[in-house]
Structures are given as structure tokens and as C-alpha cells.
């Protein structure tokens, strides 16, 4: 059964520890948002935007990150990038910006915001306030389906940058490291009142992988599960949209939405 979205429509970050393939998750589960008639507005906020290449944007049409753009940030910040020790405007003016900056692809807005890295990187610091606002105000004052690619790990969570959002899923690969990184995701997420929490098995070798992710995660709901695929690495070398690359990956993806939906959205979905 395909469950079809009623509105108001969802706001979902897609989590985890690097490599993993949120970004993959994150650019399918898009297209499958857009498939239901959605207006979709997908968010890549990982410290290594990669969500266009995803999507299957080439380099040369890839967006820049608004992170980049300096001029910008000084101009709503009141202080120059980089900077320490300035005051600075911890809510600047951030309402125009993502009709100013997101990009239409295959029915998608994709808005690249790119994430502050290195030292002091989740300091007070301009870019940072930026981005918190920038984030913040999409997910608490707009109408679309939004889909937001995190950075990897704890990163976000530590900045309280996800307020707003109806659900995490945090995509687990089998490894300690993975599930550990998946735990304290869903244990910060609750700190901050997020409990709506799941997540997805993926690059599985193994079907008894699935159980042992499954009872290391509870109570966390395991919304579906998928086999390590090397056909995406290609995909990955060639820029191709992931959507395009594996019938099978992306049937498993509109399963796990599904049931997410039916998990988390029950007011929102009709058969």
C-alpha cells in the first residue's frame, strides 16, 4: 500500500554517521515526496554538500552553499565571516533568502546551505548564527515537504539546528561505531523534545544483521532495511541521479516511507 500525503505535509532530517548514505536516502525519499504531488524543498546542510550530485546535478550546475557566501553572511550578521570576538546578530534577517537561492531539479528545490567545519566550528560565531536562523525559520514558517541532508554524526544535534522538524530518521550501516552513532543521535533528539525517531538499515551483507541492528536500536523503530548496493558507487562516479539507478532501492525506500507514515503520521496520509 502507498500511503499518499495529506496536508499540512512533513518536515523529516535524514541523520547518522558518515558514509552510511543518508544523502542517497535523503535525495530518493525527495523524489518520492515530489512523486505524491508534494511541493518538496530538499535542505542540504552536511559540512560536504552532496545532495545535487544525488539528485544528478552535475558539477557545473551544482549551487554554491550559502555557507560560502561571505558578503552575504556579513550583510545579515553585522560581522565579517571568520571573525572573533564581534558582536554580531544572532537572528538576522533570513525570510528571502531560499526562494533567492534554491535551484529546481526534476520537480525538486533543492537549497544547499553547506555546514561551518574545523576548529571552533560549533562556536557563536556569524556563519553559524546564520545558518541556525536560516534553518530554523525554514522549518518553523514554510508550507513545503522539507527534507533535510544533516551533517554526519552529532554535529547538528549539538547546535540545537533541527528545531522544527515532525521526525528524525537516523540511517544505520552494521558496525558499533554506526549503531553508537544512531543511539546518541536519538538520545539527543529526545533532550530536544524530537520524539519522533527511526531508522533505516542500510548496506546490509547479512539478513541477520537486520536483527542485531534491530535489538541494539529498541526502542527505536527500524523502518526497513537494504542490501549493500555497488551499483550506486557507480551511480556515484558518474553523478547520476541515485533515484535512477536501483528499482530495488527505491522500493524499499516508498516501504520504509510508508511506514513511517503510518508510524508517525496517521492523520496525515490516506490510502
Not at 224 to 249: C, H, I, N, W, Y
Amino acid at each position: 500500500m502507498i500511503c499518499k500525503i495529506m496536508p499540512p505535509s512533513v518536515k523529516i532530517a535524514i541523520s547518522g554517521k558518515g558514509g552510511v548514505g543518508k544523502t542517497t536516502f535523503c535525495a530518493i525519499w525527495a523524489w518520492l515526496f515530489a512523486e505524491d504531488g508534494l511541493d518538496v524543498l530538499a535542505i542540504d546542510a552536511d559540512s560536504d554538500p552532496n545532495l545535487a550530485s544525488a539528485l544528478g546535478v552535475s558539477v557545473e550546475e551544482t549551487p554554491e552553499p550559502l555557507i560560502g557566501m561571505k558578503q552575504l553572511i556579513w550583510d545579515r550578521t553585522g560581522a565579517k565571516p571568520g571573525s572573533v570576538g564581534q558582536y554580531f546578530k544572532l537572528n538576522p534577517k533570513v525570510s528571502d533568502l531560499p526562494e533567492r537561492y534554491w535551484r529546481k531539479i526534476n520537480g525538486i528545490k533543492l537549497l544547499v546551505l553547506g555546514s561551518t567545519t574545523g576548529a571552533g566550528a560549533g562556536c557563536a560565531c556569524p556563519e553559524s548564527a546564520f545558518l541556525k536562523a536560516l534553518l530554523t525559520h525554514t522549518l518553523l514558517q514554510r508550507r513545503e515537504a522539507i527534507l533535510v541532508d544533516l551533517s554526519a554524526g552529532l554535529e547538528f544535534m549539538g547546535r540545537a539546528c533541527v528545531q522544527g522538524i515532525d521526525a528524525l530518521v537516523v540511517v544505520v550501516e552494521p558496525g558499533a561505531r554506526s549503531i553508537e552513532t544512531a543511539v546518541n543521535i536519538a538520545r539527543m533528539a529526545g533532550q530536544m523534545g524530537i520524539d519522533r525517531v527511526a531508522a533505516f538499515a542500510n548496506k546490509i551483507t547479512d539478513p541477520a544483521q537486520i536483527d542485531i541492528i534491530r535489538s541494539q536500536l529498541d526502542p527505536i523503530a527500524v523502518l526497513g532495511s537494504f542490501r549493500l548496493e555497488p551499483a550506486l558507487v557507480q551511480a556515484d562516479l558518474k553523478r547520476l541521479p541515485v533515484m535512477s539507478t536501483s528499482e530495488q532501492l527505491v522500493g524499499e525506500l516508498q516501504k520504509a516511507k510508508d511506514v513511517m507514515m503510518n508510524l508517525f503520521f496517521k492523520d496525515r496520509v490516506s490510502d
